[in-house]
């Protein structure tokens, strides 16, 4: 399990080291029969990024959390890097996914859009991951992820926001409206969605009720007794 979080000039670096792991499994030809992946979208505060490094360790499984995918997509030659990593196959069910995500959901002719897409189905398509916010769970297929939704009320997001970065309680609230204010925005004007209509997600968590292990093991129980899809099946009845 890795855990890749940008900080700062150290975010090309990790994003490389997470090239380089592709490629070598590339190479040993090296592929799970089903990948399926997490997608979190949460309100700030939530103490989704706590949950989701928790999720990656329970179930040894890479993290990406929403300011590396960003500054992949933001590239276009680290997003053409990761791309190059999957297989022929794989890049031509990546193809056909973005021609029909675009006119499925409309989206923006965005460069980053467009960048952030090919990078989200990338990481999907070498699956066994955990990826945070950036629209991950609008771009992808619910037959291949477990889409969630982590909130809490807000005096919950309030403290916590408190704690994390020790701040007031109206500069907690304030970083806090500020914040999911972007997130709805973004949301809504890429990919016109609500981003907390509970129908857009497979499970949503109040983590006022749950400590990080128990909510964990609720995700990991939803995520380990759905029938995933088989598309690596599907790739090869198709060439067949």
């Given at each position: 399990m890795e855990t890749f979080k940008s900080q700062g000039a150290l975010a090309e670096q990790i994003i490389a080291a997470q090239v380089k792991k592709w490629q070598l499994d590339k190479k040993k030809k090296y592929k799970k029969p089903v990948r399926p992946v997490i997608?979190?979208?949460?309100?700030?505060g939530s103490g989704a990024n706590t949950l989701a490094k928790q999720l990656s360790?329970?179930?040894?499984?890479?993290?990406?959390?929403n300011e590396t995918v960003e500054e992949i997509a933001k590239s276009a030659h680290v997003s053409e890097a990761v791309i190059a990593t999957l297989d022929e196959r794989d890049r031509d069910i990546l193809d056909d996914w973005i021609g029909?995500?675009?006119?499925?959901?409309?989206?923006?002719?965005?460069?980053?859009i467009l960048h952030l897409t090919k990078v989200v189905g990338a990481i999907a398509a070498h699956g066994h991951a955990v990826i945070v916010g950036r629209g991950a769970g609008y771009l992808l297929s619910s037959e291949i992820c477990l889409r969630l939704l982590i909130?809490?009320?807000?005096?919950?997001?309030?403290?916590?926001?408190?704690?994390?970065?020790?701040?007031?309680?109206k500069e907690a609230e304030k970083r806090i409206m500020e914040t999911e204010k972007d997130?709805?925005?973004?949301?809504?004007?890429?990919?016109?969605?609500?981003?907390t209509d509970p129908v857009n997600y497979?499970?949503?968590?109040?983590t006022a009720?749950?400590?990080?292990?128990?909510?964990?093991r609720i995700i990991k129980e939803a995520f380990n007794s759905r029938p995933w899809y088989d598309y690596s099946m599907s790739k090869q009845?198709?060439?067949?």
């Open positions: 997608t979190i979208s949460r309100l700030p360790e329970d179930l040894n499984i890479d993290l990406f959390d029909a995500i675009e006119k499925k959901r409309h989206l923006w002719p965005d460069e980053f909130v809490a009320p807000m005096d919950v997001r309030i403290s916590n926001v408190m704690h994390a970065y020790e701040v007031t309680s997130r709805r925005a973004f949301v809504k004007n890429y990919f016109h969605a609500d981003l497979d499970l949503t968590l109040n009720h749950y400590n990080v292990e128990a909510a964990s009845s198709n060439k067949s």
